[in-house]
């Protein structure tokens, strides 16, 4: 008969500390794991190993950004408390087969150390805990200590909720399980609140219960009942010994790096965080911070710029335009992910280049752009050769051009020498149109201001 035995992963454990460093936790130098005993079929042993006493950081805080307002343009700081962060075991997963009726087991995963963070109820609704999530996730891809692809099960939430009138005891909670998208984490915290409200002001209860989220009814339902009628049974795991931890001041002398975990070395090799770079962009490309934030939360955005910056003259402004309103809206129009994107940093560089110089117009850019997501191999020179797009270099043309759409329409004219903006706007629009969109706006403003004075 072979006995069982726990051994700890240093990896899993450095892990912890780094992220609990990240969030501002405070890092116990000492913590404990203990058995949670409960039977269901995919936990095989029938217990959990966890840190219900002691985790092994606790207290911390998390920044979030939240968008504002009815257009979403306005960005809000806010801050969630971290009550703790432990070491766990993770379970199975449980395939449920509707159309046989039956539950499958994977047990793949059965075992392997698993990092729960736990937040106190500090969020509102599903917007914030959304953003919350995606906060996590970048600074988890940033550390290094997991993927954190929610869709592969690598980051899984559990949301508690509750409602309660202002200044009241928060109410009776429900926990929906194993959400693995950040969408329909949002939409699942959304739905049970409502849930709960409509069946408290109809006279019913809320129960602690345990629910899942059903993404094709978008509502969630019952799953089994809470701890509430659990006993788990808590108690110290035998197989595993306290955890220590050290600093460099409680570092014992001659101590070699890879029989212990120093706190303080950890804390020295930790990476830029999400925070720190959104800080690093305003700061040196002078953009705004809503910006920043959307370059991070998309996945290759914000490499896809800097590449973009290392290859272009052409201002951090314009840069920063183009690709979150023109490419990105491309992107998400054709629900590609920035690696798919058929026009490449090297491509708008150039483009962008083209257009700082003068050598083709805004309009004339666009042109430029969309044949480029054609995805023809063709470069931007190229193309504005082809379509010849190239920006009217006859100053002396353009102003005979200017003057005879000006004798062509007299009242367009006389409502533009009285004030009137849309008058020369009509003008300048008609200009462009016979130059097929090839000379500058201003210049031609410029150039009817003078002839009308």
């Not at 995919?42 to 092994?56: E, K």
């Not at 592969?152 to 200044?167: K, W, Y």
């Not at 990105?328 to 090297?346: F, I, Q, R």
């Not at 002396?396 to 759409?405: F, G, H, I, K, V």
Request: hydrophobic residues 40%; charged residues 25%; negative net charge.
């Amino acid at each position: 008969m072979k006995a069982q035995t726990e051994v700890l992963n240093r990896r899993c454990v450095e892990a912890a500390v780094m992220t609990g460093l990240a969030l501002n936790c405070h890092i116990n130098k000492k913590s404990l794991f203990d058995r949670k005993h409960y039977f269901y079929s995919d936990l095989p042993a029938g217990y959990q190993i966890t840190q219900q006493r002691l985790p092994i950081a606790a207290n911390g805080s998390l920044t979030y950004g939240v968008f504002m307002g009815n257009k979403q343009s306005r960005m809000a700081t806010k801050t969630v408390r971290i009550r703790q962060i432990q070491l766990e075991q993770d379970s199975g997963k449980s395939l449920h087969d509707d159309l046989r009726s039956q539950t499958l087991i994977d047990l793949n995963r059965a075992g392997v150390g698993l990092l729960e963070v736990v937040l106190e109820p500090d969020l509102c609704c599903g917007e914030e805990a959304a953003a919350v999530i995606k906060e996590l996730q970048l600074i988890l891809q940033a550390l290094g200590t997991s993927q954190a692809n929610m869709a592969e099960g690598q980051l899984r939430v559990d949301a508690n909720i509750s409602v309660h009138h202002p200044g009241e005891p928060l109410g009776v909670r429900t926990e929906v399980k194993n959400l693995n998208s950040i969408r329909f984490l949002a939409k699942a915290i959304d739905h049970e609140i409502q849930r709960q409200i409509n069946e408290l002001e109809s006279g019913g209860e809320i129960l602690n219960e345990t629910r899942s989220f059903d993404c094709k009814l978008g509502c969630t339902v019952p799953m089994r009942d809470k701890e509430g009628k659990q006993d788990y049974r808590f108690m110290p795991e035998p197989n595993l010994p306290p955890l220590v931890l050290y600093d460099s001041a409680s570092l014992p002398a001659g101590t070699e790096s890879q029989q212990v975990i120093n706190i303080d070395q950890i804390r020295d090799a930790l990476p830029e965080l999400p925070s720190a770079t959104r800080e690093r962009l305003v700061r040196r490309y002078g953009m705004l911070p809503e910006h920043s934030f959307t370059l991070l939360n998309e996945v290759g955005l914000l490499q896809f710029f800097q590449n973009v910056m290392k290859e272009t003259r052409a201002e951090p402004k314009k840069v920063t335009s183009w690709v979150l309103n023109t490419l990105l809206g491309y992107l998400k129009h054709h629900n590609l992910a920035v690696s798919e994107s058929p026009v490449t940093s090297s491509a708008l560089a150039e483009l962008l280049d083209l257009l700082d110089s003068k050598a083709i117009s805004s309009a004339a850019a666009k042109q430029v752009f969309e044949e480029l997501w054609k995805g023809e191999a063709k470069s931007a020179a190229q193309v504005v050769s082809e379509k010849q797009l190239e920006l009217m270099q006859d100053r002396e043309a353009l102003e005979q051009l200017c003057q005879s759409t000006m004798e062509g329409h007299p009242q367009v004219v006389t409502d533009m020498k009285s004030g009137n903006p849309r008058a020369i706007n009509k003008l300048i629009g008609l200009v462009r149109k016979a130059t097929l969109n090839r000379a500058d706006p201003a210049e031609i403003k410029d150039i009817l201001e003078r002839l009308s004075s």
